[in-house]
């Protein structure tokens, strides 16, 4: 509850003897219970978007290579990632908040998949899975990008060769706790896109 200028505690309903006393207040006590409660309630407000970001965050439909295989057994009924209300992936980049870069990059696809990042709306949200897609993995070569993150803004990385279900839902896991510790994508971080 935010207290108006000008205004007591007992102007906004609460009851109590001492702030009911006419002659007295705002204390020393009344305005640091003010600034509590006005503190408590951003608080409270920014944790509960955070939140509801968490727990209807949207992948879009893309898979590379090999890791893709894995990454869609997450909608599994072993793996279950219905459980963080995320088991919609959607066909359009428009209705997505996160992008799941499973497999190797190919410069051909490079293009494209940055075209579908620039497609999705903010607050967006980027996980690397698996070796190739953080830095190319055993592809050293000409044909494959060393790692997404040189075209996007990349939240989480995801190791192994593929990662197994159970270290990409851990992944998603940790970004979740990113966004629940109020920490910015990473592309507002780096700079990099909006
Ligand atoms: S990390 Fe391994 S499993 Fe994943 S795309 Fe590369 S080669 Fe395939």
Redesign the pocket.
Known sequence: MAVEDGKKLRDHGLQSERLLWPTKGPGVFEQEVAAMEQAVGLTTLEKAVAWAQTKSMWPDTFG????AI?MMSIVSSRHDIARFGMEAFRASPRQADLLIV???VVHKMAAPIRQVYDQMLEPKWVIA?????SSG???NNYTTLQGVDKILAVDVHVP????RPEALMEGIVRLHEKVMAGVPPAYEIRGVAS
Do not use: I, K, T
């Open positions: 590379l290579a090999c890791c894995e499973s497999g190797r899975m698996g070796a190739c897609a993995g055993m592809f192994g060769c593929p990662p």
